[in-house]
C-alpha cells in the first residue's frame, strides 16, 4: 500500500510519493520526486513489476534535535508537511476559496461546490453572459489541484480567448497552463524527442479547439489520461456535420478524466437532439434516447444562473465596490437613406425579397443575404454579388448585373457621418482615452471601416484594429493580440472593429464602457452575446450601446431596418433587464434559428413589432429539460445557505508568514554556496518579496510553463516579484492594464498556495529534513506529544481521508486528539524559545523513551484513522450504490430500446454494455483500497523532559 506523501526507498535513492496508482498487471505505479542527494528534485515513475520499492515504515523513523532559533526548521517542516499533504476527499467543503485574487461571492463558489460533492465530477457552467464563469472554472480548477486531483489538467477554448484565459487563471489562481498554439506546439515539439507524445510531457495545457480538433492530435490524445479537462464554449462542440471532430475529441477525453467542466453562455445548442449529444459527451450514461428525455436525466448536471437571479443581485448588491455597474440605455440611431441607397433597397424588395413570398417558386435564403449584406455596407453588398457570380441561371445573372450597377453609385454608407458623429459626441477622439467596440457582421464592412475611420477621426493606424477571423485560422495570434491590446489602458488603440468572434468569451470592459452595433444582428440572442464583452462581471462604468440603422422612405414596409433593429434593441434591452437572459425569453440558444425564424415571419407578412415581441418556440420538439436549464436552476437560489468552507490544518496564522520565514531558512540554511551568493531576497513591505537571482530548480518550475514573452518582458530569469497582498497583487493587474504597453500580464505575481514558488518551498524544507527522521520539540506540555499523519488512499491513488493527529496520555490511557490544535496549546509558534540541542547522552536517553512507545502510538493511531475510513466507507458506498443504479437503469433502457432494430442492434447494444462497464469500473476505483499509511510528523516533548 502507498499513498500520497509516503516516502519509499528505490534503487537505494529516497522518494517522495506524488501520486499512486494501482495498476491491472504490474502492480502499484508511483509518480515519485527524488529526496536523497543524487537524485534531488527529479521525478521518477515506479512500478512494482520493474522496480524493488521499500517502504519507509513508520516504526522505523529516527529522531532529530534542532538547533534554530524558536525551533524554525521543525515547525517549517511541520507546515511543510501540512501543505504537501492533500486535502481528503472527505472534505467537500470549500478551503481555498479567500486564497486567490478574487471576491469570494456565493455564486461564484457554488460551481466548485457541486464538483467538490460529485463522486466523478461532470458539470455544465451554464451561467449567461458576463457572470465570471472564467473565475468559476479556476477556482473549481484550484480546489481540485489541492486534492491532488488536478495534477494533469486540459483546458480547452476558443482561439480568442487563449490568452486571456490562461493569464486569468495565472494571475488570479496561481495556476499556470502551458499554452500549445501554433508557435507553443513548435516549441514543445523542438524539446522532444521523435514520437514523443507532447501531452506526456506537460501536465498542464491550454490549447485551442481548433488546433486540438486536428487529427494529428487524436492518436496522441487516445493514450492520455487527465484528471481533469474544461470546455469552454462547449456548445460548439455539437450543432453541424463540420463539428464531428469536436465531437470526436470531447467524447474521447469524457472517457480518460475524472473532472469534465464544460462552460457556455448558450448551452442548448437549439435542437433537442444536439443538446442531447452535449450531455452524453459531459456524462455518457444519462440520457439513454436522445429523442426522449426529461429534465430529471440532467439534474445536478449543470448550474445556470442570470444577472436577475437573487443570489447573483444580493452578491452585486452587498459589495462596497461596483462588481457590475447597471446599463445605461441602449440607442437607436437612425439615418434617412440616401436615394441612391433608397434605389439599391427597393430593387432588392423588388426584384429579389418580393419572389419570396407565400405562393412564389423562388424559395431560397439569398435575397435576405443580399439585403443584410446592403444594411451592413457598399463594399459588403458588392462582395456578396461577386461571390454569387456564375452560381444561379440567366435571370439572376442580369439581375445581379443590375444591383450591381446601382450599388457603384453609393458613395459611402449614410450610416458613416452618424458614426463619426456619435463617436466625437461619446468622446473618441486623438488625445482622449475613450474607447469604443464596433460590431459589423461582414469582414468587408469592417475593413472600409478601418480605412476610413482613421481619416474621419484624424488617428494615427495603430488608434483602430480589426478583429476578424478567417477560414485558415492563420489570423489567431493577430485576433489575440488586437484584444490584449484593447485592454491595456496605455496602448494606442482606441477604436476596436469586430466580427462576430469576438462575440463569444472575450472581455473587452477593462478600458471600455462603449459598443456601437454598425449592422445589428436579427437576433436577440446575438445582440444579447455581442453586448456581452462589455457588460459582464467586473465593469465599474455603466455600458452604453448604441446600433446605427437605415431609415426607407417607406417606413411601413417590413423590411426597414431601422423598424426592425429598433424593435429587437428595445427587446434585447427588456428582456435583459426582467428575465436576464434572452434564452429565457426564446426558449433556445439556437441564433441562426431565431433570425430565419423572423424572416420567415416578415415574409408572411406578419408585422415586425409583433414578430419580434412574440413568444418564441424553440426547434423541434421542445422537452423539459430544455425549460429547466433556459429557466435556471432547479433549485431556488434565493432560499439558499451560505456555501460552507472548511479551514486547512496550519501551524503558521497564514501564506504570508510561512512563506517569510522559508525564503530566509532556504535562503540561509538550503541553498549551496554558489546559490548563497547570487540568490537574494528583498523585502517590499511586510507581503511583498523580490527573489533575486532565483536558483535554477526555481526558476525550472516557472520557465518551462508560462509563455516565455512574458517570462522575457518581466525579467522573471532575474528578479521573481510575488506577494500575498490583494491590494498590490490588484493594483499590478490595474496597472499593467493601464500604463504597460507590452502586456496584461502584471510584473507581480499573486502567491496563493498553488504558486509555483509556495510549492518550491514546501519541497526545499521538507528536503532538508534529515534522512528518515523528524523533529524533537521541547515546549509547554505536561506529556510527550507524538504527531501523526494518517492517510487512506483510493484506487486512483487519491487521499480519501486525511487525520491530522495527537497522540498522547500513556500506554493506559493513549488519546487522539487533533494535531493542530495540540500544537497550538502547547505554543509551538514563533515565540517558542530553543534552549538548544541536548548532549550526546541525553539524546540518546530521550530517544529510547521516546520510541519505545512508537509501536503502541502507531496503534492507537491506525485504531482512530480506521474508525474514519469506516466512516467515509459508508459514506462513499452510499453514493456509489446510487451512481450504480443510475448506470444499471441507463444500460437497461438502452438496451430494451434496441428490441425493435434490426440493423446494427448488436454493435448498440456492445457499446452500451461497454460504456456500463467502464463507468462501474470507474466507481469501484474511487473506494478506499489497501492498508492505511500512518507516519511520523513530529513528537512534542514538556521542557524538562529527560527520558
Request: charge should be negative; include cysteine; aromatic fraction near 6%.
Amino acid at each position: 500500500m502507498y499513498a500520497n506523501g509516503s516516502y519509499v526507498r528505490v534503487r537505494d535513492e529516497d522518494w517522495i510519493v506524488t501520486h499512486a496508482e494501482e495498476t491491472t498487471h504490474d502492480g502499484w505505479l508511483l509518480q515519485c520526486q527524488g529526496v536523497s542527494e543524487l537524485v534531488h528534485g527529479m521525478s521518477a515513475t515506479f512500478l512494482e513489476a520493474l522496480d524493488e520499492i521499500q517502504p519507509l515504515l513508520p516504526e522505523q523513523t529516527g529522531l532529530w534535535f534542532d538547533d534554530t532559533s524558536n525551533y524554525l526548521q521543525s515547525r517549517l517542516f511541520i507546515e511543510a508537511q501540512l501543505r504537501s499533504a492533500d486535502i481528503p476527499r472527505s472534505t467537500t467543503d470549500l478551503v481555498l476559496s479567500d486564497n486567490f485574487l478574487l471576491d469570494p461571492l456565493d455564486y461564484q463558489l457554488r460551481p466548485a461546490q457541486m464538483v467538490l460533492k460529485s463522486l466523478r465530477p461532470r458539470l455544465l457552467i451554464a451561467d449567461v453572459v458576463g457572470l465570471g464563469k472564467t473565475l468559476e472554472i479556476g477556482l473549481a480548477l484550484a480546489e481540485l489541484i489541492r486534492r491532488g486531483r488536478g495534477d494533469r489538467i486540459l483546458v480547452v477554448v476558443p482561439q480568442q480567448v487563449l490568452d486571456q484565459f490562461q493569464m486569468e487563471l495565472w494571475a488570479r489562481f496561481s495556476i499556470p497552463l502551458l499554452r500549445m498554439d501554433s508557435q507553443g506546439i513548435e516549441r514543445v515539439m523542438r524539446q522532444l524527442p521523435a514520437g514523443r507524445n507532447p501531452f506526456h510531457f506537460h501536465k498542464r495545457i491550454i490549447i485551442s479547439i481548433d488546433t486540438l480538433k486536428s487529427k494529428r492530435w487524436l492518436r496522441y490524445l487516445e493514450k492520455v489520461s487527465w484528471d481533469a479537462v474544461v470546455f469552454d464554449e462547449s456548445h460548439n462542440l455539437v450543432g453541424s456535420s463540420g463539428r464531428n471532430l469536436r465531437q470526436r475529441l470531447a467524447a474521447l477525453v469524457s472517457r480518460t478524466t475524472e473532472a469534465l467542466i464544460f462552460a457556455s453562455a448558450t448551452p442548448h445548442p437549439g435542437k433537442d437532439k444536439d443538446f442531447a449529444k452535449l450531455i452524453r459527451m459531459l456524462d455518457p450514461v444519462r440520457i439513454a434516447d436522445v429523442n426522449d428525455y426529461s429534465a430529471e436525466d440532467i439534474e445536478g448536471l449543470y448550474i445556470r444562473r442570470t444577472k436577475t437571479d437573487p443570489e447573483v443581485r444580493q452578491a452585486l448588491r452587498s459589495s462596497s465596490e461596483i462588481k457590475w455597474a447597471d446599463r445605461g440605455d441602449a440607442r437607436s440611431i437612425q439615418v434617412t437613406m440616401s436615394p441612391e441607397e433608397q434605389d439599391v433597397f427597393d430593387t432588392i424588395l423588388g426584384s429579389w425579397l418580393e419572389r419570396q413570398r407565400p405562393g412564389s417558386s423562388v424559395k431560397t435564403f439569398f435575397p435576405y443575404t443580399l439585403l443584410k449584406a446592403f444594411f451592413s455596407s457598399p463594399d459588403a453588398l458588392a462582395e456578396t454579388i461577386a461571390n454569387r457570380k456564375g452560381k444561379g441561371d440567366e435571370g439572376e445573372a442580369r439581375d445581379l448585373a443590375t444591383l450591381g450597377e446601382l450599388v457603384a453609385k453609393v458613395s459611402r454608407p449614410g450610416k458613416f457621418a452618424k458614426l463619426v458623429e456619435y463617436l466625437a459626441e461619446i468622446g473618441v477622439g486623438p488625445g482622449k482615452h475613450k474607447r469604443v467596440v464596433i460590431f459589423s457582421e461582414r469582414h468587408a464592412t469592417l475593413k472600409w471601416l478601418r480605412d476610413n475611420l482613421i481619416e474621419a477621426l484624424g488617428f494615427d493606424q495603430e488608434a483602430v484594429a480589426v478583429v476578424h477571423s478567417t477560414k485558415s485560422g492563420e489570423d489567431g495570434p493577430d485576433v489575440r493580440r488586437a484584444i490584449e491590446q484593447f485592454g491595456l489602458g496605455s496602448s494606442p488603440l482606441r477604436v476596436l472593429l469586430a466580427g462576430d468572434i469576438a462575440s463569444e468569451g472575450v472581455n473587452l470592459h477593462k478600458e471600455c464602457s462603449d459598443l456601437v452595433h454598425w449592422d445589428l444582428p436579427w437576433s436577440l440572442i446575438r445582440i444579447e452575446q455581442r453586448n456581452g464583452r462589455i457588460d459582464r462581471y467586473g465593469q465599474a462604468v455603466p455600458p452604453q450601446f448604441a446600433a446605427l440603422m437605415l431609415r426607407s422612405a417607406d417606413e411601413d414596409t417590413e423590411w426597414d431596418e431601422a423598424r426592425v433593429s429598433s424593435s429587437l434593441l428595445a427587446k434585447e434591452a427588456e428582456v435583459n433587464r426582467t428575465l436576464g437572459a434572452t434564452q429565457a425569453f426564446v426558449g433556445h440558444a439556437n441564433a441562426d434559428y431565431e433570425e430565419s425564424r423572423l424572416v420567415k415571419a416578415i415574409l408572411d407578412h406578419t408585422p415586425v413589432e409583433q414578430a419580434v415581441e412574440a413568444e418564441h418556440d424553440a426547434p423541434g420538439p421542445a422537452v423539459d429539460a430544455l425549460a429547466m436549464l433556459l429557466g435556471g436552476n432547479s433549485e431556488p437560489s434565493d432560499g439558499r445557505e451560505p456555501v460552507p468552507l472548511a479551514e486547512q490544518p496550519a501551524l503558521f496564522p497564514g501564506t504570508t508568514q510561512f512563506v517569510d520565514a522559508a525564503l530566509k531558512f532556504v535562503r540561509t540554511k538550503v541553498a549551496d554556496e554558489g546559490e548563497r551568493d547570487r540568490f537574494r531576497v528583498e523585502s517590499d513591505g511586510p507581503r511583498t518579496w523580490h527573489l533575486q537571482h532565483p536558483p535554477g530548480d526555481l526558476l525550472a518550475r516557472l520557465t518551462r510553463i508560462l509563455p516565455p514573452a512574458y517570462v522575457k518582458d518581466r525579467g522573471l530569469i532575474e528578479t521573481i516579484p510575488i506577494t500575498t497582498s490583494h491590494e498590490e497583487a490588484k493594483a499590478a493587474i490595474g496597472k499593467a492594464q493601464k500604463r504597460d504597453k507590452k502586456s496584461a500580464w502584471p510584473a507581480l505575481s499573486f502567491l496563493s498556495d498553488l504558486h509555483p514558488v509556495t510549492r518550491w518551498l514546501v519541497d526545499k524544507v521538507i528536503l532538508a529534513q534529515p534522512r528518515d527522521t523528524v523533529p524533537v520539540v521541547f515546549a509547554d506540555t505536561d506529556r510527550p506529544i507524538y504527531c501523526l499523519q494518517g492517510v487512506c488512499a483510493n484506487g486512483l491513488g487519491q487521499s480519501a481521508v486525511v487525520e491530522w493527529m495527537a497522540v498522547s496520555g500513556g500506554p493506559q490511557n493513549w488519546t487522539v486528539e487533533d494535531m493542530t490544535a495540540e500544537l497550538d496549546r502547547a505554543g509551538v509558534n514563533e515565540s517558542l524559545s530553543n534552549p538548544g540541542v541536548p548532549s550526546t547522552d541525553a539524546q540518546k536517553a530521550i530517544r529510547d523513551a521516546i520510541t519505545a512507545h512508537f509501536p503502541a502510538v502507531l496503534d492507537k493511531a491506525r485504531e482512530h484513522l480506521d474508525q474514519a475510513r469506516a466512516a467515509w466507507d459508508e459514506t462513499v458506498d452510499a453514493a456509489i450504490g446510487d451512481r450504480r443504479s443510475t448506470v444499471d437503469q441507463w444500460e437497461q433502457t438502452v438496451i430494451d430500446g434496441l428490441e425493435t432494430m434490426t440493423v446494427r442492434r448488436k454493435t448498440r447494444e456492445e457499446r452500451a454494455r461497454e460504456e456500463a462497464e467502464l463507468e462501474r469500473a470507474a466507481l469501484e476505483k474511487l473506494r478506499p483500497r489497501g492498508e492505511s499509511l500512518v507516519k511520523f510528523v513530529a513528537v512534542v516533548v514538556p521542557r524538562d523532559f529527560a527520558g
